[in-house]
């Protein structure tokens, strides 16, 4: 009986290396990582940047990903404000670089609006086989002096930034100083052209 046994053991473990070895190995998707940098020799890491400043960034699934320009989206946490970033084949191993500026002001091409103390979440899948990496980032001001900064949005919830408008169109407002509270305020608007 103890005979048989180990010949079982024997059949079912060759059996078992022979499919090892026949079977075609599964394909691991390759994990896309990002790192941000304040610099762009990417020689400083960081993930906090001030109002204004470059955020370059870096993105690779070690080295299998090569050729043509990718795309990665940026959202803005707290409004939810998004930008698309083009990065580019640079270097081997593979990896793609782009970058895009954060700001107070409205968004832009590579331009994001970002209020101090928000974060933003970076996204990127480079082959599209479900490996997405994110990344968070966070906009610090610091101390802003009483500057008075003015939004314009088309939509009533002020979700999308606009500067330009049609006959007719309503223009939405939001304006900050980050000190001044309560209250009714105006505001001035002059057409520059005609003078009214």
Known sequence: MLNRSRLLMVVFFC???LAS????ALAQ??????????????????????NGETVYVM?????????????????????GNLIAVSVTDVATPREYEGNFIITSGADGVETLHMESGQTATISANLQGEGSEATKQITADYGIIPLLDIIWTYSDPDRTVEATEFGDGDSVYLKVSDSETRGGIKTITVENDDIGN
């Open 59 to 79: 993105v690779t699934d070690n080295t299998t990903t090569t050729g043509t320009t990718k795309t990665i989206n940026v959202t803005n946490n707290q409004e």
């Open 15 to 17: 059996l078992a290396l």
């Open 21 to 24: 070895l026949t079977l075609p």
């Open 29 to 50: 998707p390759y994990q896309d990582y990002i790192y941000t940098y304040s610099d762009a020799g990417h020689t400083q890491p960081e993930t906090t940047f001030g």
